[in-house]
């Protein structure tokens, strides 16, 4: 088979056989939500955003209003907390609305992806990492700072010293091994979710690359 | 959508109706069912209808269709919904089962569909290109890949195609 032979048959019948659409149904595909993988990455990223805002919003306003505004020191953590997502947010958004080039070359178009992909993920293990020790510290100090013993059990606390838990040398060793294993955990997961893809947009680069 | 908005739209439409044979044939080239010729057929409208306020001409219409149309189908839908079992593939050509071509010309291109099938996805755009009697310019405009190595590319691929058609009439797997 030569393929110069196949060029007229492959454009006449190609053409005939191609189905016909109407301008209406066109104009009903312009109106349809993009199926593309990086559309729906920032449609989860919006869906996360607002179940973010649905489930802290009440617990800011519990911690505000009840215990006659005793406890309000969890609600500016909680504050502080979606300030930090805020700016995790924006960015991971950032990145998804740069990955798109479609009226690049196929092969920039390509690399493009590729590296915001790999920044992407970076990102993700970051900031999925790092969250974890300032929530973690954020919360002790809360504990530290807003649930001092009772007037009672000062003699007691005294004598005895404080518990162990509440030692800050407990904390930071228990914090080190977890926000390893969470930076293994996320890597895997982030690995999981595009690894395969990057893979795969790298091995096309590289067969365009090849001579 | 005031004036100016709806008549880009009725000329975006106009064009996509007058090139949808090209934008078909993407679909054909990658997609095996039915089903997802139609979904990839959508996306690629969805994306060249985003795209289409920064075409600026400086490339034919075609030109900038096919890249959009390409980097859509390559990059873009990382999942196809129905394929059809490796067993299968053996026995029929399954993009085009539906499809019924009498004469000689049309048993070789279902041939050759066959055969595209077994390519990578990058080889398929560049015979595809190839087929549609587009230049080396515009393959590179299109794919971004030089000259020299297009034609390098393309060299290897018709001996490719050569060597799986006579596999096929022999009987070879």
Request: some cysteine.
């Amino acid at each position: 088979m030569e393929l110069d032979s196949l060029k007229y048959a492959w454009r006449t019948l190609e053409s005939r056989s191609a189905p016909d659409k109407s301008p209406e149904q066109i104009r009903a595909l312009l109106h349809q939500r993009s199926k593309g993988p990086v559309e729906k990455m920032r449609r989860n990223l919006t869906g996360e955003l607002l179940l973010i805002l649905v489930t802290y919003t009440p617990a800011i306003l519990f911690y505000f209003l009840d215990f006659d505004g005793k406890l309000s020191g969890i609600a500016w953590l909680f504050i502080l907390l979606l300030a930090f997502l805020a700016v995790y947010f924006y960015r991971k958004n950032r990145i998804l609305k740069a990955m798109q080039c479609t009226g690049c070359t196929l092969r920039s178009s390509l690399q493009q992806q590729v590296d915001t992909l790999k920044r992407y993920t970076r990102f993700y293990v970051r900031a999925g990492t790092i969250m974890i020790p300032i929530m973690t510290i954020l919360s002790w100090l809360i504990i530290r700072w807003k649930f001092q013993p009772a007037p009672g059990a000062d003699l007691f606390y005294r004598i005895s010293g404080s518990p162990w838990w509440q030692h800050p040398l407990t904390w930071l060793i228990l914090l080190i091994p977890i926000t390893i294993g969470v930076y293994f955990l996320n890597v895997w997961y982030v690995g999981r979710l595009y690894g395969q893809h990057i893979r795969k947009l790298q091995d096309l680069l590289r067969e365009m690359e090849e001579e | 959508m005031d004036t100016s908005g709806r008549d880009m739209q009725e000329k975006f439409v106009g064009l996509v109706q007058e090139h949808r044979s090209l934008l078909y044939k993407v679909c054909r080239v990658y997609c095996f069912s039915e089903a997802d010729r139609q979904d990839l057929f959508q996306e690629m409208v969805i994306q060249l209808w985003r795209s289409y306020p920064h075409f600026r001409g400086e490339s034919k219409f075609s030109t900038w269709l096919y890249r959009i149309a390409l980097n859509t189908a390559i990059s873009n839908l990382r999942k196809q919904r129905r394929r059809p079992s490796p067993v299968d593939m053996n026995e029929v050509p399954t993009p085009f089962q539906d499809m019924t071509w009498p004469g000689e010309e049309e048993e070789q291109l279902q041939q050759l569909y066959t055969a595209i099938d077994k390519l990578s996805e990058i080889e398929k755009a560049l015979v595809m290109l190839y087929l549609e009697d587009r230049s080396y310019d515009e393959m590179e405009e299109i794919l971004g890949i030089n000259q020299n190595n297009l034609r390098v590319k393309m060299n290897r691929i018709r001996e490719k195609l050569r060597n799986m058609t006579k596999e096929a009439a022999y009987g070879i797997r």
